[in-house]
C-alpha cells in the first residue's frame, strides 16, 4: 500500500468495528474502509477519507486484479417481505446519464460509469453476517440502463453456501430469461471473489448469454 497508512486500516476487527461502525444507515465511508481492508495487500495505495465518502470508489489495485476496479457497495439487506422468503437485496441509486454525466436524482434512467475504461463492480456488504456479495454490473447496464432505486437480489442459499464455505456462486433467473450468476464470500476470500466475479462476466459476454 502507499507509504502513509491510516490508523483504521490496521486496527483489530473487534475495535475498528467499534470505532467505525454507525449504528444505523450505513454510510460509504464505513462500506468503503471495510472494502479495502478486505482487501488487503492487493489495493495500491488507500484513497484519501474524502474519496471514501463517495460512491463509487476507484481502487489501484494489483495483481491478480485489473489495475483499476470501480465500486458501487451498497448496504445488503433481508427482509421477509420479498417474494423469496429470505431474499438479499441491494438498491442501485447511483449512476450516470448515458452521456456519461453523473446522474440527478430525477433521471429515469443510469448506467454504471466506465470512464477511463475502469470496469465497475456491483458489490453488496451485511455488516452482520460480515459477507460481501457481488452482482454482475454488466447485466444490469443491459436494455436502457437501470432505474433510480433498482431492486438486485440474491437467493438466500449463495449466502448461505459462502457463509459455510466462505466462498460460493450460484444463479438467479430475471425478467425476460435472462440469468444472473451471482458470487458471495467472506472478506479474506475477497479478491478470490472479485476474479471469479469478472471471469463470470466476460464468460457470459464472449458467449452471448446476455
Known amino acids: ?3 502513509t497508512t ?3 486500516l490496521t486496527l483489530p476487527e473487534d ?5 467505525y461502525r454507525p449504528a444505523k444507515n450505513f454510510t460509504s465511508g464505513y462500506l468503503h474502509r471495510v472494502l479495502v481492508r478486505a482487501l488487503g495487500s492487493a489495493v495500491d495505495g488507500v484513497p484519501p477519507d474524502e474519496a471514501l465518502k463517495h460512491k463509487p470508489l476507484v481502487l489501484d489495485l494489483a495483481s491478480p486484479l485489473p489495475p483499476r476496479l470501480r465500486f458501487y457497495v ?3 439487506t433481508q427482509h421477509p417481505s420479498e417474494r423469496q422468503l429470505g431474499t438479499f437485496k441491494i438498491q442501485l441509486t447511483v449512476g450516470v446519464t448515458r452521456d456519461g454525466k453523473p446522474a440527478p436524482p430525477e433521471a429515469k434512467r443510469r448506467w454504471f460509469d466506465r ?3 475502469i470496469r465497475p463492480i456491483a458489490m453488496g456488504y451485511h455488516p452482520d453476517w ?3 456479495i457481488l452482482w454482475d454490473a454488466d447485466l444490469h447496464d443491459l436494455n436502457g440502463g437501470f432505474g433510480s432505486s433498482k431492486n438486485v437480489q440474491t437467493p438466500p442459499e449463495i ?3 459462502a457463509l459455510a464455505k466462505d466462498i460460493s456462486h450460484g444463479s438467479r433467473r430475471l425478467h425476460g430469461g435472462l440469468t444472473e ?3 458471495a464470500a467472506r472478506p479474506h476470500r475477497l479478491v478470490e471473489a472479485l476474479s471469479l466475479r469478472i471471469d463470470l462476466s466476460n464468460e457470459a459476454m464472449c458467449e452471448g448469454l446476455f
Do not use: C, H, K
Open 181 to 183: 450468476t451471482i458470487v
Open 1 to 3: 500500500m502507499g507509504s
Open 74 to 76: 451498497y448496504t445488503a
Open 130 to 132: 460480515n459477507l460481501f
Open 15 to 19: 475495535e475498528f468495528q467499534e470505532r
Open 115 to 117: 470512464a477511463d475504461n
Open 159 to 161: 449466502v448461505w453456501a
Open 6 to 8: 491510516p490508523g483504521w
